[in-house]
């Protein structure tokens, strides 16, 4: 059924037309020959409708791991890269139909019950073709990666495995047209992050981390299934399309729109790692690097940013649920920013920037550009993915993620430090490296905006990047070495694991080339605004976070010690030391409002309900005594009764058939 | 002359006799034979039907292979003792070992109440047969491939279950042979 | 050639349900295990009769008698080998199969 979509009539493809045409494409899931009364398009064979396939072809992936990968050995890993790159390669000509201004919109009767009709279906427009493109090639690198990375890993396959089916699942929530679809996808994300993160189980700590990975984002998730339930409740849809129609269509009032689109709004914060329910994250180092890079960059925290985007014109209707977003965003990109710059986990450090960069997403979001937030989604996946591969790199040649023990590695690793510098640097939004394009496009539109506290929090979390950023470079690969041992024992990574790094390294610099590109694919109506020289500022601040992270780091030990003395700096480094006690309330909380109300229900249910559970097994009990006198064990003694039985029947249905 | 109700009752004594036989003869091998008997007399009953198929089958399958593999497993089963106590007296014949009198009782009991029963239906039931069916095989056939094809299937599969059924119960654990 | 004009329906059916009585005496009253599956094949064989004689003298009968007599067999069949070699492991296990011993499954 699926594979012969309603082609014509919703799919088209034109060849390019000027803008003003063009314009007409919506980017949104609206299916409609665009430029139709031009007439130029020609039906053609139409690559968007194979969108489905990229998600099943991970999926086959997975399914292959499953079924071959213990007998493929080391080579089990190429289910998913073959997967992967194909997906890939068909993404990319999808981006180009996308181009075109295609776009498609496709559903098939699912569920039907009474008047309910739930479609299942896929959509790709310029959006999912983006991102479908973005996340199959670079976690088709991370599992390139990953053959070296995780080379005579005792679960070796189940990794690839799982890496393979959390990439499907990230596909699957892109390309779903759908609520319910991409709610079962996220939810395959948090199962695989859950698996993923306590792939070394053995140590309970990578445990306690999963499980705390999976409870943290749980409540994002009831979030979102509430916002979905109060959506279907108003408009019994859950077409992606339809939704914003049918709520505008019902003038609700402005309390309703905000509640719906803030409780869509904490799905996203939990998955991606947002104030203050980031705690997880962190955590979440405990799994293999890859993950990490995986999780970070491609899937896990993309899907609740792609999530904001996709039910975009949803916010766009509950402006006040936009400040919120704004201002979650603007929070998280500065509070982690400020935790980063006290790490010492090398690991740490890229996890808390991370949450600050995934901030800066959510602010340019929440002040309404949701294309420079998708772009900064984009160079983030790339220099991010980079900079963890990278770090796992050095993990794995000097053994510690601790940067204390780690300095000098550049003469043992050029590749690896020389690709970390590069992601190092377009993470500090240094031009023209790619994350210089999107983080500026964002902070323009927060100038813009009617609240400046966004952009001030977001240009000094600029300047906090580009500190942590260079003490991570210093510390790692410069200065003389920390520690002997690990420097003797540091040495480059094969082959298998630097052809990634060098790979990503060309996005995560030159991706800002294409800014100009994306924004007229993603929001064809949008003009960055001009802020002039304003514009620049946040480079200074990235700028003099450098010179003082160069000051510091390479300045005596005793210089640092000396500093951390002074109040002035010792507070504030306590505080970001104990994470701004985020964890702390964390726990308070859950003992206030988890164990009040669990203790009444644990009662409940130990005397009430478990009460008459026991009232029924103990009567059963006494019937079975009863009865078991019955069963004598002779088998003729049965039939005697049985024959007996039948006499009686007989007497009585004779008796029956006189009376009547 | 009526020589059918005569060959009705020389065939229905043999059969309820060694019926009865079967219930009472103190050894096992004599109770097996006149369980052949049993079969055998109502294989003829059968043909006094005009059932000629069931009866041939009667005798192919029961008189044949049921009491095969009864024989085999009298032998198989190592019966120390292959004959009761000789019960004295003739009423002592009607006692059983575990239930004392119950069983005949029982018996007794039903055979009444169905006698009561089939007596007061007698004058609804016809006396005469039908005229009988020129080929039973075809006339059964008939029945079993078309109307009862899928009861018949399913017959088959039970039959399958029970072969295979006997042979893992009977067979010797290890696969080795004693 | 053998018929059965002169032999009413209802003797065949007493027929069959004293032969069905002396089955089932047969089976109440041994104590030994091959020999109440004897009886219940006799008990198996008088129902047998009565199908067969339906299926001769009542004009809705038809084939139905027949083929349900051919049923009968089957399961008869089926019962005689898989009773047997439960009776033959019990005995090869047990070393009796003297019914009254073989009562574990008691309350």
Same mark, same amino acid.
């Given at each position: 059924?699926?594979?012969?979509?309603?082609?014509?009539?919703?799919?088209?493809?034109?060849?390019?037309?000027?803008?003003?045409?063009?314009?007409?494409?919506?980017?949104?899931?609206?299916?409609?020959?665009?430029?139709?009364?031009?007439?130029?398009?020609?039906? +053609?064979?139409?690559?968007?409708?194979?969108?489905?396939?990229?998600?099943?072809?991970?999926?086959?992936?997975?399914?292959?791991?499953?079924?071959?990968?213990?007998?493929?050995?080391?080579?089990?890993?190429?289910?998913?890269?073959?997967?992967?790159?194909?997906?890939?390669?068909?993404?990319?000509?999808?981006?180009?139909?996308?181009?075109?201004?295609?776009?498609?919109?496709?559903?098939?009767?699912?569920?039907?019950?009474?008047?309910?009709?739930?479609?299942?279906?896929?959509?790709?427009?310029?959006?999912?073709?983006?991102?479908?493109?973005?996340?199959?090639?670079?976690?088709?690198?991370?599992?390139?990666?990953?053959?070296?990375?995780?080379?005579? *890993?005792?679960?070796?396959?189940?990794?690839?495995?799982?890496?393979?089916?959390?990439?499907?699942?990230?596909?699957?929530?892109?390309?779903?047209?759908?609520?319910?679809?991409?709610?079962?996808?996220?939810?395959?994300?948090?199962?695989?992050?859950?698996?993923?993160?306590?792939?070394?189980?053995? *140590?309970?700590?990578?445990?306690?981390?999963?499980?705390?990975?999976?409870?943290?984002?749980?409540?994002?998730?009831?979030?979102?299934?509430?916002?979905?339930?109060?959506?279907?409740?108003?408009?019994?849809?859950?077409?992606?399309?339809?939704?914003?129609?049918?709520?505008?269509?019902?003038?609700?009032?402005?309390?309703?729109?905000?509640?719906?689109?803030?409780?869509?709004?904490?799905?996203?914060?939990?998955?991606?790692?947002?104030?203050?329910?980031?705690?997880?994250?962190?955590?979440?180092?405990?799994?293999?690097?890859?993950?990490?890079?995986?999780?970070?960059?491609?899937?896990?925290?993309?899907?609740?940013?792609?999530?904001?985007?996709?039910?975009?014109?949803?916010?766009?209707?509950?402006?006040?649920?936009?400040?919120?977003?704004?201002?979650?965003?603007?929070?998280?990109?500065?509070?982690?920013?400020?935790?980063?710059?006290?790490?010492?986990?090398?690991?740490?450090?890229?996890?808390?920037?991370?949450?600050?960069?995934?901030?800066?997403?959510?602010?340019?979001?929440?002040?309404?550009?949701?294309?420079?937030?998708?772009?900064?989604?984009?160079? /983030?996946?790339?220099?991010?993915?980079?900079?963890?591969?990278?770090?796992?790199?050095?993990?794995?040649?000097?053994?510690?993620?601790?940067? /204390?023990?780690?300095?000098?590695?550049?003469?043992?690793?050029?590749?690896?430090?020389?690709?970390?510098?590069?992601?190092?640097?377009?993470?500090?939004?240094?031009?023209?490296?790619?994350?210089?394009?999107?983080? *500026?496009?964002?902070?323009?539109?927060?100038?813009?905006?009617?609240?400046?506290?966004?952009?001030?929090?977001?240009?000094?979390?600029?300047?906090?990047?580009?500190?942590?950023?260079?003490?991570?470079?210093?510390?790692?690969?410069?200065?003389?070495?920390?520690?002997?041992?690990?420097?003797?024992?540091? /040495?480059?990574?094969?082959? +298998?694991?630097?052809?990634?790094?060098?790979?990503?390294?060309?996005?995560?610099?030159?991706?800002?080339?294409?800014?100009?590109?994306?924004? /007229?694919?993603?929001?064809?109506?949008?003009?960055?605004?001009?802020?002039?020289?304003?514009?620049?500022?946040?480079?200074?601040?990235?700028?003099?976070?450098?010179?003082?992270?160069?000051?510091?780091?390479?300045?005596?030990?005793?210089?640092?010690?000396?500093?951390?003395?002074?109040?002035?700096?010792?507070?504030?480094?306590?505080?970001?030391?104990?994470?701004?006690?985020?964890?702390?309330?964390?726990?308070?909380?859950?003992?206030?409002?988890?164990?009040?109300?669990?203790?009444?229900?644990?009662?409940?249910?130990?005397?009430?309900?478990?009460?008459?559970?026991?009232?029924?097994?103990?009567?059963?009990?006494?019937?079975?005594?009863?009865?078991?006198?019955?069963?004598?064990?002779?088998?003729?003694?049965?039939?005697?009764?049985?024959?007996?039985? +039948?006499?009686?029947?007989?007497?009585?249905?004779?008796?029956?058939?006189?009376?009547? | 002359?009526?020589?059918?109700?005569?060959?009705?009752?020389?065939?229905?004594?043999?059969?309820?006799?060694?019926?009865?036989?079967?219930?009472?003869?103190?050894?096992?091998?004599?109770?097996?034979?006149?369980?052949?008997?049993?079969?055998?007399?109502?294989?003829?009953?059968?043909?006094?039907?005009?059932?000629?198929?069931?009866?041939?089958?009667?005798?192919?399958?029961?008189?044949?292979?049921?009491?095969?593999?009864?024989?085999?497993? #009298?032998?198989?089963?190592?019966?120390?003792?292959?004959?009761?106590?000789?019960?004295?007296?003739?009423?002592?014949?009607?006692?059983?070992?575990?239930?004392?009198?119950?069983?005949? #009782?029982?018996?007794?009991?039903?055979?009444?109440?169905?006698?009561?029963?089939?007596?007061?239906?007698?004058?609804?039931?016809?006396?005469?047969?039908?005229?009988?069916?020129?080929?039973?095989?075809?006339?059964?056939?008939?029945?079993?491939?078309? #109307?009862?094809?899928?009861?018949?299937?399913?017959?088959?599969?039970?039959?399958?279950?029970?072969? #295979?059924?006997?042979?893992?119960?009977?067979?010797?654990?290890?696969?080795?042979?004693? | 050639?053998?018929?059965?004009?002169?032999?009413?329906?209802?003797?065949?059916?007493?027929?069959?349900?004293?032969?069905?009585?002396?089955?089932?005496?047969?089976?109440?009253?041994?104590?030994?295990?091959?020999?109440?599956?004897?009886?219940?094949?006799?008990?198996?064989?008088?129902?047998?009769?009565?199908?067969?004689?339906?299926?001769?003298?009542?004009?809705?009968?038809?084939?139905?008698?027949?083929?349900?007599?051919?049923?009968?067999?089957?399961?008869?069949?089926?019962?005689?080998?898989?009773?047997?070699?439960?009776?033959?492991?019990?005995?090869?296990?047990?070393?009796?199969?003297?019914?009254?011993?073989?009562?574990?499954?008691?309350?």
């Amino acid at each position: 059924m699926l594979n012969t979509p309603p082609c014509v009539g919703s799919c088209s493809e034109f060849p390019r037309l000027p803008r003003a045409g063009r314009r007409g494409a919506d980017a949104s899931t609206v299916c409609a020959p665009a430029a139709a009364p031009l007439g130029a398009e020609k039906a +053609v064979t139409c690559l968007l409708s194979l969108g489905w396939l990229v998600p099943l072809l991970a999926l086959l992936g997975y399914v292959g791991h499953v079924f071959l990968g213990q007998r493929a050995k080391q080579w089990s890993a190429l289910f998913g890269i073959v997967a992967l790159a194909l997906g890939f390669a068909l993404s990319v000509g999808m981006l180009a139909q996308t181009i075109g201004g295609a776009s498609i919109d496709v559903s098939v009767p699912w569920l039907s019950m009474g008047g309910i009709n739930v479609p299942m279906g896929f959509s790709i427009g310029p959006l999912q073709a983006v991102m479908l493109t973005m996340v199959t090639f670079v976690s088709c690198f991370i599992e390139i990666y990953s053959m070296g990375y995780m080379k005579g *890993d005792i679960r070796y396959n189940r990794f690839f495995a799982n890496v393979t089916l959390f990439v499907a699942g990230m596909l699957t929530a892109v390309v779903a047209n759908n609520f319910i679809l991409f709610f079962a996808a996220w939810e395959i994300m948090g199962l695989c992050s859950y698996l993923l993160i306590g792939h070394w189980f053995e *140590d309970p700590a990578n445990g306690r981390a999963a499980t705390k990975a999976f409870l943290v984002t749980r409540i994002g998730d009831v979030g979102l299934l509430l916002g979905i339930w109060w959506c279907f409740t108003l408009t019994h849809t859950f077409q992606f399309a339809a939704l914003p129609g049918d709520l505008a269509a019902l003038h609700l009032p402005a309390a309703t729109l905000n509640a719906i689109a803030l409780l869509i709004f904490l799905g996203a914060v939990g998955k991606s790692a947002q104030v203050p329910l980031q705690i997880w994250l962190p955590d979440a180092m405990a799994g293999p690097t890859p993950i990490s890079a995986l999780i970070h960059a491609a899937t896990m925290v993309a899907a609740g940013v792609y999530l904001v985007a996709r039910t975009y014109p949803i916010f766009q209707m509950a402006p006040s649920a936009l400040f919120w977003v704004g201002l979650v965003g603007a929070v998280s990109a500065f509070i982690p920013a400020t935790i980063a710059c006290v790490q010492t986990d090398i690991k740490k450090v890229l996890a808390y920037s991370t949450i600050s960069q995934l901030g800066y997403m959510m602010l340019g979001l929440g002040v309404g550009a949701m294309e420079a937030g998708i772009f900064h989604l984009l160079t /983030h996946a790339f220099f991010k993915a980079l900079l963890f591969l990278a770090a796992g790199s050095v993990i794995h040649a000097a053994g510690t993620q601790n940067m /204390h023990e780690m300095g000098g590695l550049w003469k043992k690793q050029r590749w690896t430090a020389a690709t970390f510098i590069i992601g190092s640097l377009a993470l500090a939004a240094i031009p023209p490296m790619s994350g210089f394009f999107s983080k *500026d496009a964002i902070l323009a539109a927060a100038y813009v905006s009617p609240d400046p506290v966004f952009y001030w929090l977001g240009t000094v979390a600029a300047g906090l990047t580009a500190y942590y950023m260079t003490r991570v470079v210093l510390m790692t690969f410069f200065g003389s070495p920390r520690s002997e041992h690990v420097y003797e024992h540091a /040495h480059e990574s094969p082959a +298998v694991m630097v052809v990634p790094l060098v790979v990503l390294a060309v996005p995560a610099a030159a991706l800002g080339l294409a800014a100009g590109f994306l924004r /007229h694919l993603l929001a064809p109506g949008y003009i960055k605004p001009d802020v002039g020289l304003i514009e620049f500022v946040p480079l200074l601040f990235a700028i003099a976070g450098f010179l003082w992270a160069y000051a510091l780091y390479t300045a005596p030990l005793a210089r640092r010690a000396a500093l951390l003395r002074s109040p002035l700096i010792a507070a504030p480094y306590t505080l970001f030391k104990q994470l701004w006690f985020f964890d702390h309330a964390g726990s308070v909380v859950t003992y206030v409002l988890g164990l009040g109300p669990s203790f009444v229900i644990g009662a409940f249910d130990r005397y009430v309900v478990d009460g008459l559970v026991n009232a029924c097994g103990s009567l059963c009990l006494w019937l079975g005594r009863m009865c078991r006198r019955l069963s004598v064990g002779n088998a003729q003694a049965y039939m005697l009764t049985i024959a007996v039985a +039948v006499v009686i029947g007989l007497v009585a249905l004779q008796f029956q058939a006189m009376g009547g | 002359m009526n020589w059918p109700m005569v060959a009705f009752v020389v065939l229905g004594g043999i059969t309820v006799y060694s019926g009865w036989r079967v219930a009472t003869a103190p050894l096992v091998t004599h109770a097996a034979l006149f369980l052949a008997v049993t079969f055998a007399g109502v294989g003829g009953l059968f043909f006094l039907l005009q059932a000629d198929f069931l009866a041939a089958v009667q005798l192919l399958l029961y008189a044949g292979a049921v009491m095969t593999v009864v024989i085999f497993a #009298i032998m198989l089963s190592e019966m120390k003792d292959i004959e009761e106590p000789r019960p004295r007296g003739w009423l002592g014949a009607l006692r059983s070992p575990s239930l004392g009198a119950l069983p005949f #009782i029982g018996a007794v009991l039903l055979f009444a109440v169905m006698l009561v029963v089939y007596l007061r239906g007698a004058p609804a039931l016809p006396v005469t047969p039908l005229p009988a069916p020129t080929n039973s095989t075809v006339f059964i056939a008939g029945a079993l491939f078309k #109307i009862y094809a899928l009861p018949f299937e399913v017959a088959s599969v039970l039959l399958l279950a029970a072969m #295979i059924g006997a042979i893992i119960l009977t067979r010797v654990e290890g696969g080795r042979r004693r | 050639m053998i018929a059965v004009q002169g032999v009413p329906l209802v003797d065949f059916l007493l027929l069959g349900a004293l032969l069905f009585c002396v089955g089932l005496f047969a089976a109440l009253r041994r104590s030994n295990a091959i020999m109440i599956l004897m009886g219940i094949e006799v008990m198996l064989n008088a129902v047998n009769i009565n199908l067969v004689a339906f299926s001769r003298y009542l004009p809705r009968g038809g084939d139905r008698g027949q083929a349900f007599a051919v049923f009968v067999l089957a399961v008869a069949a089926a019962e005689a080998a898989v009773g047997l070699a439960m009776v033959i492991i019990v005995s090869r296990r047990r070393g009796t199969i003297e019914i009254e011993e073989i009562s574990d499954m008691r309350g």
